[in-house]
């Protein structure tokens, strides 16, 4: 194996869903046509090239609802969207409040306000849980995980975090440092200094050996850095981890929620990609029970179609008044707020929390069952429409079946359904939450067929 190869093999065992594999290459040879090979070649020549995006997969002409549409005519039905589809793509109501903000105020200054982001603050802070009634407003999640490591230093007078192995704060240096994917942080150099991590708690796969018998040594393990290292001022984490779909076992935020009050230091969790209904609640701290001190959201807060992301926090937080802590050029933008107020209007008028709820029991039903029929799936997780299916080659060594993983994803592909490949062997589905039960089962069904072609040794 060459260096070039060797690399790509650590990022792809990683990741899972590069763009540079010897299986993407074929995938995209065996689809020629000349209007996507002359407009995607003409983008790799155009565009820094980056894992995971540049030089991309194809090319579309259009989205609506569930479905991708590529400039070839083929439909894809999209469980990935970057977590930010939860309300589906064009939907209505938001594409005509952002055209109705168009032509009123499409743009708000600095030093001045406007009435949709009064709005939104009040809608964002009367939904949150706990006493989260304090926001400021970011043109994206990695900007607002800044703003939260910046308040959280200024509040505590430290200047050191604690965050987790594997985990995805955003791909800005401040968000790769706390982040702990390798792809997003090998080969920088120093990154932001003061990041500490530990293991994240996952049952099925213990990194402090509870052997599935968990006992909460991985929460005793946090507290004990939070109790040895008085730099310490936040702890920042996903609820619910989306890119693997790894809920902690029961107890474990309440027992790390009372070690960050006991030791004088601030819980941050970052919902960017599993705020606004993805897990059944309308924030995913609901789900596991704990509320934080700051609490990040973005992505699916936009509709799917404006940048716009925000930090929520206690109002005793609100300790830089004399800094600028988040003074972004978009931070107060009417168009964006506008969206948000929208893609809220949409999730609680049509039910999208219960539908989420319902429809993802379903769909783990149905998961359930293909795992017994497919020696490759090893685990299923979920909560509401976020879920995710573990491949493994083996069930008593949970061997990863990392190329099984990719493999089945393009045979997906293939037959018009479109994930995500996270940690290297977890198929992560994230449909739009408007997604109907005729759809979901059509997706399952591809999905079915493309682990029994994989399994059958059709790669």
Known sequence: MSSS?????????????????????????????????????????????????TPCLDALRGCDGIYLETISGRRLMDFHGNSAHQVGYGNPRVVEAIQKQLAELPFCPRRFTNRYAVELARK??????????????????????????????LATGRHKTLSMWGSFHGASLEAASVGGEGLFRDGLGPLLPGTEHVAPAFPYRCAYG?????????????????????EIGAVIAEP?????????????????????DRHGVLLVFDEIPTCLGRTGTMFACEAVGVTPDILVIGKGLGGGIVPVAAVLARADLDVAGDRAIGHYTHEKSPIGCAAALATIECIEADGLLEHARELGIHAMRRLGEMKLRHPLIGDVRGMGLLIGVELVRDHATRLPANDEAEAVMYEAMGRGLSFKVSGGNVLTLTPPLVISREQMDQALDILDASLAAVGNGAR
């Open 210 to 230: 509870c052997g599935g018998a968990c006992d909460l040594r991985c929460a005793n393990y946090l507290e004990s850095v939070l109790a040895s290292d008085r």
């Open 5 to 53: 190869d060797a690399s790509e093999h650590a990022a792809s065992v990683q990741e899972g869903d590069v763009n540079q594999s010897a299986r993407r290459r074929a995938f995209v040879e065996s689809r020629h046509e000349a209007r996507t090979d002359a407009l995607v070649e003409e983008d790799a020549e155009l565009f820094l090239h980056q894992s995971l995006s």
């Open 240 to 260: 619910v981890r989306c890119t693997i779909v790894a809920a902690p076992p029961p107890g474990y935020w309440q027992r790390v929620r009372e070690a960050c």
């Open 124 to 153: 964002l802070t009367s939904l949150a849980p706990g006493d989260l009634n304090k926001v400021l407003f970011a043109p994206g999640g990695a900007t607002a995980i800044g703003i939260a490591l910046k308040l959280a230093r």
